[in-house]
């Protein structure tokens, strides 16, 4: 064999690899492959090992992996005219090979522009507070804006969430004043019902004490106690307190003059008895002696 026919056979062992391996394609398990020959759509080929006729047939390899796609931040003026920055995220993955390949050209951009107009869209018919306080219903809202127009395109959108919402600081600053004033009126409520509770007890206690004097006493040396705790030098007496010692004195003066008055007083009149009258004797003088 000479060396030209050497030549010739390594030609076309060359030109046999290259031929197979443009037949031969890997479809992987999280993928599906679009088959076009001359330009016309086959079918299908599912995960595995593929062949195809060179030049002829195309497989074009779609992923039905789920895709995060941020949306950024867009200016949106609210309902109540408040100018907002706003990000969010978008989820989609698509369901159907065929229409996401045929029926537009790059599903990826076009899902991001329409997110983006519909993000404007929803958010301007809420207000601020709404914006702020109902994530969740303009979250599906958007969610079910997309899916109407994206499964013509054999996309899902899956999830929809606003990420960031900016606002302007004259905006902080009055929603923070807000919430201070907010907060102040919470407490002062507290407060009021605070006293009421306390009044109502209150109100209880001393008709127990109207009931019972003993115990307003009981209560006050209580207080007395509870202030000699501190070592204080100087003790206040509670007014209470000084007109009940006031009244405990007045009670022991009438007891005691009471008793000097029962004492004094006899059990029985006692009946008068005659007394003779005696004239003393006069006292006879000593006899002097004369010398």
């Known amino acids: 064999m000479d060396f030209t026919a050497v030549v010739i056979w390594l030609l076309v ?32 080929r599912m995960p595995g090992l593929r062949f195809i006729i060179p030049v002829i047939d195309r497989l074009q390899l779609v992923s039905l992996r789920i895709v995060t796609m941020p949306i950024q931040s867009q200016g949106i003026i609210t309902q109540d005219n408040v100018s907002v920055d706003i990000s969010a995220v978008a989820y989609y993955r698509v369901i159907d090979a065929v229409k996401s390949v045929v029926a537009i050209e790059n599903v990826a951009a076009a899902i991001n522009q329409i997110a983006q107009t519909t993000l404007r869209k929803v958010v301007g018919r809420h207000s601020l507070d709404q914006t702020l306080s109902e994530t969740e219903r303009i979250n599906s809202d958007i969610r ?7 499964l013509e395109w054999g996309v899902e959108v899956t999830l929809v969430e606003l990420k960031d919402i900016q606002l302007p600081e004259s905006m ?4 923070a004043r807000q919430a201070e004033a907010e907060r102040e009126k919470r407490a002062k409520i507290i407060a009021a019902e605070g006293e ?42 509670p007014a209470p307190l000084m007109s009940t010692i006031g009244e405990l004195s007045a009670f022991l003066a009438r ?15 006692a009946v008068p008895t005659p007394v003779a009258a005696t004239v003393p004797s006069p006292i006879p003088a000593a006899p002097s002696k004369v010398a």
Do not use: C
């Open 144 to 150: 079910e804006i997309l899916d109407a127009l994206t």
């Open 13 to 44: 062992a060359a030109l046999l690899l290259i031929v197979a391996r443009m037949s031969i394609r890997i479809v992987r398990q999280y993928e599906q492959g679009v088959l076009f020959r001359l330009g016309r759509v086959i079918g299908v």
């Open 196 to 237: 009421s509770i306390a009044a109502a007890a209150l109100g209880e206690a001393s008709d127990i004490m109207m009931a019972h004097p003993l115990a307003l006493q009981l209560r006050n040396l209580q207080s007395l106690v509870e202030i000699a705790v501190d070592k204080n030098s100087t003790v206040v007496f």
């Open 255 to 269: 007891e005691t003059k009471a008793a000097q008055a029962t004492v004094a007083a006899p059990a029985q009149p």
């Open 172 to 175: 902080k600053r009055a929603m």
